[in-house]
């Protein structure tokens, strides 16, 4: 259940940076109220998984997923040029966020 609460809280995260960028300075509403939902559900999903899995993993996959997540989204949706550097750095945040979750974790309790 953690790393489902972690896939919403990136999830949440994304889908509000990528507002951000439509809100067009805080004046329009309807991105306003998603970036204003997606930051509150983020927060509220990555608190839920916390509870299951240690922080520090919770944390640092939550922060390079959201990262690619938002690269992606606003790449797709804003049409905006990915070069190779851009995916070479998506390429070292995955391999970071595996060496992190593939290492031994310690249980929560």
Avoid: C, R
């Avoid at 790449?75 to 060496?99: E, T, V």
Wanted: glycine share 8%.
């Amino acid at each position: 259940m953690g790393w489902l609460f972690l896939l919403l809280a990136v999830a949440s995260e994304a889908l509000s940076h990528v507002a951000l960028k439509a809100t067009d300075g805080l004046s329009h509403l309807v991105p306003n109220v998603i970036v204003i939902t997606g930051h509150l559900g983020a927060f509220y999903f990555l608190s839920q998984a916390m509870k299951i899995l240690p922080v520090g993993i919770a944390h640092a996959s939550w922060a390079g997923l959201a990262i690619i997540a938002v690269t992606l989204i606003s790449s797709a949706f804003y049409h905006q040029h990915l070069d190779n550097k851009i995916w070479l750095g998506i390429g070292f945040i995955s391999i970071g966020i595996a060496i992190i979750n593939l290492s031994s974790t310690p249980h929560v309790h």
